[in-house]
């Protein structure tokens, strides 16, 4: 409520008007707090992916390793292979069958997109049968 002085009375008067100027600060201080509140809210979903139960399957007599060192040059087994002679060299370590699972290995500082295209590589060859190999963790207790 507020009140006007006037100097010509001794009476005060009541105004009847609303002084808008507290509810405008209100809503400002308010907005800023949205402002502030909203990028907050907008996390990434949270997922628990479940654990993989499956047993390893057993390693072949003699697995063909394909690796991607960290230069990025490739290797079958220990044999350093260039990326346009990858084909050809597919070919003679797996004596030519195209349904031998290849054992794809890498450095942890690979970027994605040359896996990618690595594995692009063999599938253009005729190489379907891929596996990713990693470390094995034991299970936490």
């Known amino acids: 409520m507020s009140v006007r002085l006037d100097h010509g009375e001794d ?3 009541e105004m009847h008007e609303i002084n808008v100027t507290p509810f405008i600060d209100v809503m ?3 907005l800023i707090i949205f402002m502030v509140a909203a990028p907050l809210a907008t996390v990434d979903i ?3 992916l479940p654990a993989a139960t499956a047993e390893p399957q057993p390693r072949p007599d003699k697995p ?3 690796t991607v060192k960290a230069d990025l040059t490739l290797a079958i087994g220990e044999q350093p292979v260039p990326r346009e002679l990858l084909s050809d060299a597919l070919a003679g370590a797996t004596k030519g069958d195209k349904d031998t699972r290849i054992f794809l290995r890498a450095d942890k500082t690979v970027p994605y ?3 990618m ?3 692009n590589l063999m599938r253009k060859a005729g190489y379907l049968k891929v596996a990713l190999v990693g470390l094995e963790k034991p299970p936490s207790p």
Do not use: I, K, R, S
């Open 46 to 48: 949270a997922v628990n």
């Open 28 to 30: 400002l201080v308010l």
């Open 117 to 119: 295209e690595v594995m």
């Open 64 to 66: 063909v390793f394909l």
């Open 11 to 13: 009476t005060l008067d």
């Open 113 to 115: 997109g040359e896996m």
